[in-house]
């Protein structure tokens, strides 16, 4: 199994540029998870789906940010316009529904910077 | 906001010793699981603990459960260079699949 697969490792981007974030989760999971991390915050939960339905986005903190899960097998986080503050390293997770005690499985995660 | 919180912060000890190193949480949850981060790379599931157990052992990790303190602890044993990392607990509630993750603890093993 190749694992959750995150795309691009590192994106570097201009203030008020267009960024998206793409994930693959693991074959056969159900839940899709994107959090973000940064050393003043730590790992913060952005958006959850569950069988590609949006569960909960509290956590997306402007509407600049918008998620989709078009399929069960993709989905994107865009940022629209991108602020110096949203430099990051974002992660998208994944765990099987059938896990009750929901482990998640993590991607290598994308490195954002915006100057 | 966070949930579980890491004590300590930062921990170096020497290749061979053991680490120990806590979490504490604030409300009740379903479980309890501990993550390891490499620098650069993503979390990696180590370990979960039920509200219903007390510890749990894999290979040279012991974890212990207190839910009467909301308290839990993760002991490596005869530590090495590749365990340098920072780990973080991760906090389950009941019928949800959100995670709460702590700020983490970064451990140092020195050769």
């Known amino acids: 199994d190749a694992g959750v697969i995150q795309s691009p490792r590192h994106e570097v981007t201009e203030m008020g540029q267009e960024v998206t974030l793409r994930c693959k989760p693991i074959s056969g999971h159900n839940s899709l998870f994107w959090y973000r991390q940064t050393m003043m915050r730590g790992l913060e939960l952005l958006i959850y789906?569950?069988?590609?339905?949006?569960?909960?986005d509290s956590g997306m903190p402007e509407d600049r940010f918008s998620a989709k899960m078009p399929n069960a097998s993709f989905s994107t986080l865009k940022i629209q316009p991108s602020e110096p503050r949203d430099s990051a390293v974002y992660f998208c997770?994944?765990?099987?529904?059938?896990?009750?005690?929901?482990?998640?499985?993590f991607g290598p995660g994308t490195r954002l910077t915006v100057l | 906001s966070q949930q579980g919180e890491e004590d300590p912060q930062a921990l170096s000890i020497q290749e061979g010793e053991n680490a120990t190193m806590n979490c504490s949480y604030k409300t009740s949850i379903n479980n309890l699981q501990w993550y390891r981060q490499n620098s650069g790379r993503g979390l990696v599931h180590l370990i979960l603990?039920?509200?219903?157990?007390r510890e749990k052992h894999s290979g040279r990790l012991r974890v212990t459960l207190d839910t009467s303190k909301k308290s839990s602890s993760l002991l490596i044993t005869a530590s090495r260079a590749a365990d340098t990392a920072s780990y973080f607990c991760?906090?389950?509630?009941?019928?949800?699949?959100?995670?709460?993750f702590g700020a983490g603890t970064t451990v140092t093993v020195r050769a």
């Open positions: 603990i039920r509200s219903n157990e």
């Open positions: 991760a906090t389950g509630p009941t019928n949800d699949y959100k995670l709460s």
């Open positions: 997770a994944s765990s099987p529904l059938a896990n009750l005690y929901n482990e998640q499985f």
């Open positions: 789906f569950n069988n590609n339905v949006p569960i909960d």
